[in-house]
């Protein structure tokens, strides 16, 4: 494991009334990630040969903006905010399955216990 250094750069947007997220998924191409505040985008992409890492990197993107909007969420509505702990990302082996193609034509999956 390599040390971790200091970030060449840190940018920080103010999102307000004119703010954009966009997921830009392309049929043959690694996708686009892309949050726009005050005039200024910022895009994640890939290289064209998506390894572990980049996986990994989406999974861990997607469980900070989630925990983003759980907080944001929660100071909207007067709550307190929630312990400092570590945001999991590993999806379980229940969630993997979301990912595989549908069997047996079928293009829905069950809902857990009580869902509808």
């Known amino acids: 494991m390599t040390a ?3 970030p060449a750069a840190h940018l920080c947007l103010r ?3 004119r703010h954009e997220v966009a997921f830009v998924p392309f049929p043959a191409k690694a996708p686009m990630f892309v949050i726009g505040a005050a005039g200024t985008l910022v895009s994640f992409t890939l290289p064209e ?3 572990a890492g980049h996986v990994d990197f989406a999974r861990q993107l997607a469980a900070k903006a989630w925990a983003y909007a ?3 969420e929660r100071r909207y509505r007067g709550l307190p905010p929630l312990p400092d702990l570590p945001v999991p990302y590993t ?3 229940e969630a993997e399955t979301l990912q595989r193609p549908p069997q047996n034509g079928r293009t829905w999956c069950r809902c857990p216990a009580g869902g509808r």
């Open 4 to 6: 971790r250094r200091a």
């Open 70 to 72: 759980v907080a944001v």
């Open 15 to 17: 999102v307000g009334s």
């Open 91 to 93: 999806l379980t082996a």
């Open 49 to 51: 040969q998506i390894e």
